[in-house]
T-cell receptor, first 115, second 109 residues
Framework: EAEVAQSPRYKITEKSQAVAFWCDPI?????LYWYRQILGQGPELLVQ????????DSQLPKDRFSAERLKGVDSTLKIQPAELGDSAMYLC?????????????FGPGTRLTVT | EDKVVQSPLSLVVHEGDTVTLNCSYE??????LLWYKQEKKAPTFLFML????IEKKSGRLSSILDKKELSSILNITATQTGDSAIYLC?????????FGQGTRLTINP
């Protein structure tokens, strides 16, 4: 069964360092999402891509976060510099279309700890 | 601003009990409501609801949407310890999913 892949699964970094997360969506899925889930809360959308274009990045802290999906397939989310409050689970999800109410398929997530 | 609120935030019951989890929402351009189960990793999809009053069922789990009341419930009958998880409700509006904070369900043997 096709799955969303993410790496690394766990990352510990010191504050002010740079970190990057990678996501490979299910093959053929045009829409890719990055979420941040702080412990005890539901996932919060950071950025949504339709193919290689950003559809929504209104909640992305653009002073330190960046995301790209250059060829419309896999994607990278970067944080520079990391802050203590960035400690969270970063989830990637994909769906076949953005114009229909399709369920999103989630990857295993990257758990980030900033010390 | 779109908003999804779940209740209760936490629930502890004994194996075999029946539980009802609630989700209410305020979303512009409502398209669908989804339920996910999360066990220490990524959320796994349970149900998608788009029409009011039509129950969706999968084994011991069932869910129904009430568009008039802007809410949904998730029922789990004959609970098992494996049902222990965080249950997330999400509503799709304007091509974006907005999640609630989740209900942490603990099933004691």
């Amino acid at each position: 069964e096709a799955e969303v892949a993410q790496s690394p699964r766990y990352k510990i970094t010191e504050k002010s360092q740079a970190v990057a997360f990678w996501c490979d969506p299910i093959s053929g899925h045009a829409t890719l999402y990055w979420y941040r889930q702080i412990l005890g809360q539901g996932p919060e959308l950071l950025v949504q891509f339709q193919d290689e274009s950003v559809v929504d990045d209104s909640q992305l802290p653009k002073d330190r976060f960046s995301a790209e999906r250059l060829k419309g397939v896999d994607s990278t989310l970067k944080i520079q510099p990391a802050e203590l409050g960035d400690s969270a689970m970063y989830l990637c999800a994909s769906s076949p279309f953005s114009s229909e109410p399709y369920e999103q398929y989630f990857g295993p997530g990257t758990r980030l700890t900033v010390t | 601003e779109d908003k999804v609120v779940q209740s209760p935030l936490s629930l502890v019951v004994h194996e075999g009990d029946t539980v009802t989890l609630n989700c209410s929402y305020e979303v512009t351009n409502f398209r669908s409501l989804l339920w996910y189960k999360q066990e220490k990793k990524a959320p796994t999809f349970l149900f998608m609801l788009t029409s009011s009053g039509i129950e969706k069922k999968s084994g011991r789990l069932s869910s129904i949407l009430d568009k008039k009341e802007l809410s949904s419930i998730l029922n789990i009958t004959a609970t098992q310890t494996g049902d222990s998880a965080i249950y997330l409700c999400a509503v799709e509006g304007a091509q974006k999913l907005v999640f609630g904070q989740g209900t942490r369900l603990t099933i004691n043997p």
